[in-house]
Structure formats: C-alpha cells, structure tokens
C-alpha cells in the first residue's frame, strides 16, 4: 500500500528539499520538518505542512511534532544527519544529531503508532575490506563487525541497529538507502567527500581553476538527484513482503567515475579547464576506503529502479544550470543598476526591493505587503552582498550571493516570518 502521508526530519537539507518536492508532485501529503526556524520557500510552496524549530536532538521536541501531524499510516524519513567531512571534524555533534536524534525518532513513531522508518545510510559506511566493484547493501549485514574507518560509517552502523531493533522488538517497518555521493544542478551544497564533483563544475562554470582533493585515479560512486529521487520513492512505496535483503538496505546505484575523467568531461564543454592538486586529508582517506561501484542487481529486482543518468549527461546538466543561473543573475543585477554604474548602493536597491519586491505582493493580494519595511529589508540586504563593507555591490559580490539567493526570494521569506 503506497503511503499518502509523510513526514520528513531534515526537510531543508539537500536530500530533503529534493525529497519533499519529489513527493508532493506525487501527490504524498508531506509534512516538512527541520532545525530552522524559517523553512525556505521552495519547501513551503510544496509541503502541505512546515515544521520549523524541530532540533533532532530533543526527544520532547520530536515527540510533540509527532503527536501534532502524524499517525499510525504515516511514513518517516529520517534525514538529520551530518556529511562524511563535518562528522570527522565535529563526531561528538555528529553523533547527538545521528544516533541520538534516530532515537528520537523511533520515540516519536511509538508515540503514534507508525511503523515505517526510512533512513538513508552512506556509502562512508563501508570500509577498506568492503568489496571494491559491484558492493551491495546486504555486505554490511553480512559484515557487522568490519571496520569503516570513520566514526561517520561507525554511526551509520549503530543507526541500522537501532532500527533492526525497532524491526524485531516491534513490528517496525524499516527501510534503508545506501546513498553514494549526490550531484545535482542546484546553486549550493554540503562539505562532503564526493561534493569534489560539484566544486570542480562550479569553477569550470566560472573560468577557475579547481584545486582537487582526491586522488584523481581514485573511481568514487555518485548518483544523480533525479535517479535518486526515484530510488528512495520506490523503496519507501514498495511492499514489504517485495522488499527481500535484510534489514531491507539497498544501495541506490548512479555513475561511477575519477576525478580524472570528470575532468575529461568538462573539458568538452570547457576546454581551457584547468586543475591542480590540494590532497585533503580527510577526503582522500574517505575516496579510498568506498568501493569503487555499487550494486544494481538487488534495486534492479526488489525496486525495479535503474538509474538513467550517465556522466556526460551529469556534466551537460549541472554546467548549463550553472551557465543559465549566471546569465540571469547578471541580468538581475543590471535591473538593479539602472545607470549601468557598475555596482549597486542602497539607494538602487531601496528602489528595487519597492518596486518588484513590494508591489509585486500588492498586486497578487499578499496579506503581508510591509511597504513600511522597504528600509529595513534593504539594510540587511546591503549587509549580506556587501562583502568589504564599503557601501557598494559590485557584479562579482552580487553573483556570489546570488548563487544562493535572489531579491525576490529573500523578500518573500523575510515577510513570512511575519505571517
């Protein structure tokens, strides 16, 4: 039976936006939850309900947005949990938010009765003794004593265990992703190993040149976000008795591919790219220990997912978004530069933020129209784009920011935290 109602913890992080908006367009009714406050707009305008103020780490916290929205047919995404290099550099948070906050979870399921948990686990949960081509799920099972060599993969294993017992002791439904590293299109992301894929397209996109962490021979498994999207949407809708690995854990497979012949790639679209190396030691300990490919043979069967994305078609995507957002960026910046001075001062942005921001709202009967703070927007805008505080904005402060951000967007989420 597909679950119509969803809620997801770690809503706003870069699994969870995909994820909440994959499942909306779905027609799941999804209730978005996260540590922040303010939810962003992308999330807001797909989820039927926001949660924001959710610390994962607060049983009482987790519990009462539990009793507030779900039941007993509700299905959860556990998705708070740091990436590979923030876990090495803080483990002690890392483990309240993983461990800690998957317990929280399970607190807050019993509190309602739901059964269904899904958790998305790392390819960092392998190790050096783990297979290097065709690795599947079930290895870990099979292999509960090896050695990750991370206390990120060492978390992961004790969130499996958590949840295997939730399984046997009662009657829980759980569902584990194995995820290898995510590429996507969109302007920003985490601090992770295999987000060396999307800083190397960012500075193509750019006329950069990229630095690289890993070791350039080193094959590392990725899966595109919309091949993902459809993987965990198929293990999370699937029927139990179709799901036959233990602890029902399947590797979610995309493309495998070095750094090397990322390089080659791009420079089919950028042929002047260029690199050098920067090791970092983290990263390129975390490359060397994951397996090289992942299996297809267990999603394949139980899932009936196969992924469509390969690597040209990966790098065309990510560096024409990249390339599309930079011409309308510039654009955005000359509506605000009407004189073509070459950069933008509060005035120009005051003028700006009324006209198209305001009145926009005005003209498509917004509650909240706020013309009275015009100023105060302003100001704190000035203070985000203006990098050396000079009173000025030049074209390259405001691309940066904007690879992020837009005039619009930060109106409408500065307003509707007054709604």
């Not at 708070?80 to 807050?108: H, R």
């Not at 691309?399 to 619009?408: I, M």
Request: glycine share 6%; proline share 5%; with cysteine.
């Amino acid at each position: 039976m597909v679950k119509s109602k969803v809620l997801i913890i770690g809503a706003a992080g870069a699994v969870g936006k995909r994820l909440t908006q994959a499942l909306a367009r779905a027609g799941s009714h999804v209730i978005a939850s996260d540590r922040h406050d303010h939810l962003p707009s992308s999330i807001k305008n797909s989820a039927k309900v926001c949660v924001g103020g959710i610390d994962v780490r607060d049983e009482a916290s987790v519990v009462k947005l539990f009793k507030d929205h779900a039941d007993k047919d509700t299905a959860v995404w556990n998705l708070a949990s740091p990436l590979s290099v923030e876990t090495a550099m803080s483990p002690e948070v890392a483990e309240a938010v993983t461990i800690g906050g998957m317990k929280n979870t399970i607190a807050g399921m019993r509190a309602v009765g739901a059964r269904r948990i899904c958790f998305t686990d790392s390819i960092g949960s392998f190790g050096a003794s783990s297979p290097r081509t065709n690795c599947s799920a079930r290895w870990l099972i099979d292999n509960p004593d090896q050695d990750p060599g991370s206390d990120y993969g060492r978390q992961k294993r004790a969130v499996r265990d958590i949840i295997a017992d939730f399984e046997t002791k009662e009657g829980g439904d759980p569902r584990v992703a194995v995820l290898p590293g995510v590429l996507h299109s969109e302007p920003v992301w985490g601090n992770g190993t295999t987000e060396y894929a999307l800083d190397a397209m960012l500075a193509a996109s750019k006329g950069e040149t990229y630095a690289c962490p890993v070791d350039p021979d080193v094959p590392l498994p990725m899966v595109f976000a919309d091949d993902l999207m459809r993987g965990l949407m198929e293990l999370m809708h699937a029927e139990e008795a179709d799901l036959k690995e233990p602890q029902r854990i399947y590797c979610i497979p995309g493309l495998s591919f070095t750094a090397n012949e990322l390089f080659h790639e791009i420079r089919q679209h950028v042929p002047d790219f260029k690199t050098t190396m920067a090791l970092d030691e983290n990263m390129a300990k975390f490359a060397k220990l994951w397996p090289d490919t992942l299996s297809l043979e267990e999603p394949l069967r139980d899932l009936d997912y196969e992924p469509f994305v390969a690597l040209p078609q990966m790098v065309a995507n990510v560096l024409t978004a990249h390339g599309g957002r930079k011409i309308g960026n510039k654009a955005a910046f000359r509506s605000i530069d009407t004189c073509e001075s070459g950069y933008i001062n509060p005035p120009m942005l005051e003028k700006y933020v009324r006209k198209y921001a305001v009145r926009g709202r005005e003209t498509q009967g917004y509650k909240n129209r706020r013309q009275d703070l015009v100023a105060e927007v302003t100001v704190e805008l000035m203070k985000l784009m203006d990098v050396d505080k000079d009173g000025k904005v030049t074209m390259d402060d405001f691309l940066n920011w904007s690879r992020a951000n837009s005039v619009e967007n930060y109106m409408e989420d500065y307003l509707s935290q007054l709604e």
